[in-house]
């Protein structure tokens, strides 16, 4: 029972670690979720602790791995001699035409250990998913499979729509049963690394973050898709909190006068402050971003959190830019901003670039100062977005000087580590200077720096 105990205390470490919020009263009710419901069915008890542990959905990607390495599905590798490539795929083929998942995780077991082995020493010995998926090639049987379920089930070829919508809808089975094989294999080898090297390290080291705590500079295309998929969700959690802060800084300071007044009727105690109260005006908002190479991802999630957040601001204005600068904030209207193809439509239809593509914030900066000047005002809260990095050209810092002396404030939220600003062809430290800089790497990270500086 104590070993029971070390694994589930460990999953909930592992579990915040990766930022999920778990408190004492959700770990004793795992435990006993995992006493009522035993340890013989590992799907069932992966349920159970799935649904007292987790706040939603979205946590699945990183419970799951972690789940696997706490209570693995064995210990050690397969019995027996392990099979041949070709006798491999056979039976893999054979298991995805079936959809038989108790025979696809024995393979994948198999399979790591047969051809995902790497290192000479037992010390360095270790096993790799992708080793194992570039020797084995799961996806190239998808016609082999197709074909079997085909003769199983006694059809043929389609000549007609309808025939072949159905071949459609069998592709797109076959290929999730793959893809479900490749994650089998992924969480065969963590297992296997996991009992040398320890479940605490790899549960830390070799799970992949949920999106909102992945580096923007790192992100690939599937983490950049969920995240804005994000934005809306976000964005109201946001206006909630910029609305309270409105309505606290609405209260005002204390009326001398009228506080005084009122305490006549209290015997001259003033039991009951008045306050003077204010009016605020919204504010407006104006974003300057950096949407060249990897800083595009950073800066598309910013400027589609920002503009969820239109109603609290009285206006929005957007500029991009790489070494040219220009307006797009037609192109963020609310209504009509396409998440996934919200980089190409402005790289398409902004003019970016000049006689060369690489970025140039001297340039690009000045331009802002001259052309769009009379955008920034004493209302105006100015937000640049990127990592400063200026390809050893002009940094123009009298442009950031004039930008700054004519606006309320000016903040510059830069995706790259604070260690690196500096170094190579980095201006930050003498951007920083000028203006307020942060370190925003993450989009966890940006969600609390908007809710922070963002002007009510």
Request: glycine share 10%; with cysteine; proline share 4%.
């Amino acid at each position: 029972m104590t070993e029971v105990a070390e694994r589930i205390t460990g999953l909930v470490g592992a579990l915040r670690a990766h930022g999920v919020r778990i408190g004492t009263g959700e770990t004793v009710d795992a435990a006993r979720a995992v006493e009522a419901l035993g340890l013989a069915d590992r799907e069932l008890l992966r349920e159970g602790l799935a649904a007292t542990l987790l706040h939603g959905p979205g946590q699945r990607a990183v419970f799951d791995p972690v789940f696997d390495l706490y209570f693995p599905r064995a210990v050690g590798g397969p019995d027996g001699a392990g099979a041949g490539r070709d006798e491999l795929r056979d039976r893999l083929a054979r298991a995805l035409a079936a959809g038989d998942q108790a025979m696809m995780a024995r393979l994948a077991a198999e399979a790591v250990d047969g051809m995902g082995g790497y290192g000479s020493s037992p010390g360095s010995d270790g096993f790799s998913a992708y080793q194992t998926l570039e020797r084995l090639r799961p996806q190239t049987l998808l016609a082999r499979v197709r074909s079997d379920v085909r003769g199983r089930d006694g059809g043929g070829s389609g000549n007609g729509d309808g025939t072949d919508f159905a071949d459609r809808l069998l592709d797109d089975q076959i290929r999730r049963r793959i893809e479900q094989f490749r994650r089998m294999v992924g969480a065969e080898a963590r297992r296997r690394v996991a009992e040398r090297r320890g479940r605490d390290e790899i549960a830390r080291r070799g799970v992949v973050p949920t999106a909102d705590r992945v580096d923007f500079l790192f992100a690939g295309r599937d983490q950049l898709a969920e995240l804005r998929r994000a934005v809306s969700p976000l964005a109201r959690k946001l206006a909630t909190r910029l609305a309270a802060r409105r309505r606290r800084a609405a209260r005002g300071t204390v009326d001398l006068r009228r506080t005084l007044r009122s305490s006549l009727s209290t015997g001259g105690v003033p039991m009951r402050p008045v306050l003077r109260r204010r009016r605020p005006v919204r504010p407006e908002l104006v974003l300057l971003c950096d949407v060249s190479g990897s800083v595009s991802g950073f800066s598309d999630f910013t400027m589609l959190l920002v503009q969820a957040l239109h109603d609290q601001f009285s206006k929005i204005r957007v500029f991009a830019f790489v070494n040219r600068l220009d307006e797009v904030t037609g192109l963020l209207e609310h209504g009509r901003a396409d998440p996934d193809g919200l980089s190409a439509r402005i790289r398409a239809e902004a003019t970016l670039t000049g006689w060369h593509g690489s970025s140039d914030y001297g340039v690009a900066l000045g331009e802002f100062a001259e052309r769009y000047g009379d955008a920034v005002g004493p209302r105006t809260t100015v937000f640049v977005l990127g990592d400063a990095r200026t390809n050893m050209s002009d940094p123009n810092l009298a442009a950031v000087r004039e930008v700054a002396r004519r606006a309320r404030r000016v903040y510059w939220l830069n995706p790259e580590p604070r260690g690196q600003w500096g170094t190579g062809d980095s201006a930050a430290p003498a951007y920083a200077d000028l203006v307020e800089m942060h370190e925003c790497r993450t989009a966890r990270q940006l969600s609390a720096l908007i809710a922070r500086l963002l002007p009510v």
